[in-house]
């Protein structure tokens, strides 16, 4: 999916096209954003790499609100893009909105 540049909020998708539990990549030149739904339907957008090695959370399983990286488990807060200790790190977030189940990413 690729995206415009210079707008401050930008429609990505409906809320029912991220699965749930799971994500969309969101591809820009400077770093793809991953854009989770929780079970509750609640949307969060990190950027897609690890603060571990990189790894890309979007191909991480979704529970409660953290994603668990593919690549070495590292738990990572959607909220937050903290990881969850012991291990120390914190992905990029990015501002994220519904608006009457459409989602806007902030960049
Ligand atoms: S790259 Fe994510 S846990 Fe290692």
């Known amino acids: 999916m690729n995206m415009k540049a210079n707008q401050p909020w930008v429609s990505i998708c409906q809320v029912t096209d991220i699965p749930k539990l799971g994500s969309r990549v969101v591809q820009r030149p400077a770093g793809n954003v991953a854009v989770f739904r929780s079970a509750a339907d609640v949307v969060f957008a990190l950027l897609d790499h690890c603060p571990h090695k ?4 979007s191909q991480g399983i979704v529970h409660g609100e953290s994603v ?29 909105k519904v608006v009457e189940g459409e989602v806007f ?3």
């Open 68 to 96: 668990t990286c593919p690549l070495h488990s590292w738990n990572i807060d959607l909220a937050t893009g903290e990881a969850r200790a012991p291990d120390e790190g914190c992905a990029r977030r990015f501002p994220v």
């Open 54 to 57: 990189g790894g890309p959370l």
């Open 105 to 107: 990413l902030s960049l």
